[in-house]
């Protein structure tokens, strides 16, 4: 039970846990983000050793080192993101003239050097991980990748529950790039394909017969699992957000701290929990 168990526990934590801090780190003053980043940035450094030394074991504690590994520079570029050091060169509310590509093409003007971050550490950690048998690492972060890119997609067609609450100040011309409707004709093709790609991880699990591929295999799964659930967070009426209200806590103090900044509030009634909609976590899977 245990080989079974304490992966899902761990990634359950790990999940929890980052996306609050980030959250948290992203609520504090101005002031504070180049700190922030800075300590993101030593963890990242370590974080690219840990997928380099860890590409050829093939041992149980080289599965959970290889996958946190990934974690940890996927979650730099998402506190890179909210904290608005790589967002994209255009940073104006989008005209709300604009339709099809013209639209499309200005949503991806906003988060392009985001975009091209994502691209760049998935290079980069395929490179560290090229050759070795452990490529547990470079399966995460691909699967974090697809899972966010899917999410962001439907966001921008439309969905129930978009994430505006979470976003920064700094970020809130994002804001006029969603579409609030109740459905898109992607939403459904996005959880059927998340759903089977779990469906296949877990199915490896089960045909696995080596502690290091079965290890692997769960981390892989549970990480696919959350992001089907976090796909259906875009849809369903679910208070999720107070999941994480230790980590907008930052937000309530620094807005109490400068009124006159324009600080939204934070609180859980203020996230949708005291309404019938509800938004996923900005970070991690989805």
């Known amino acids: 039970m245990v080989t079974y168990g304490l992966p899902i526990v761990a990634t359950l934590i790990a999940w929890w846990f980052s996306t609050g801090a980030i959250l948290y780190l992203d609520g504090l003053p101005k002031a504070t983000f180049r700190w922030s980043l800075a300590g993101a940035t030593l963890a990242l450094l370590a974080a690219f050793w840990g997928l380099a030394a860890t590409a050829g074991d093939t041992s149980v504690a080289g599965a959970y080192l290889a996958v946190f ?18 967002a994209g060169p255009n940073r104006a509310p989008c005209d709300p003239a604009l339709r099809g590509r013209a639209r499309f093409a200005a949503a991806t003007r906003a988060i392009l050097h985001h975009e091209l971050a994502l691209l760049a550490s998935l290079a980069l950690v395929a490179l560290l991980t090229a050759g070795g048998a452990n490529r547990f690492g470079l399966a995460t972060f691909a699967l974090l990748f697809a899972m966010r890119l899917s999410t962001k997609l439907n966001i921008f067609l439309g969905v129930p529950n978009t994430t505006v609450e979470f976003l920064p100040d700094h970020l809130a011309y994002l804001k006029s790039h969603f579409r609030q409707r109740a459905m898109n004709l992607l939403f459904p093709l996005s959880v059927t394909a998340a759903t089977l790609l779990s469906a296949w991880l877990v199915h490896s699990v089960v ?36 999941l994480w209200a ?25 996230t949708g929990l005291a309404t019938p909609r509800a938004v996923p976590p900005p970070t991690l899977v989805a």
Do not use: K
């Open 246 to 270: 230790w980590g907008l806590r930052s937000r309530e103090t620094a807005g109490a701290e400068h009124p006159a900044a324009g600080a939204r509030p934070v609180l859980p009634p203020a």
């Open 207 to 242: 045909r696995a017969n080596d502690p290091f591929l079965v290890t692997g295999f769960v981390l892989l799964a549970t990480f696919a699992v959350l992001g089907v659930i976090e796909h259906w967070f875009l849809v369903l009426p679910l208070p999720v957000a107070d």
């Open 69 to 86: 590994s990934a974690l940890v520079v996927w979650g730099w570029n998402e506190l890179a993101f909210l904290l608005g050091y790589v």
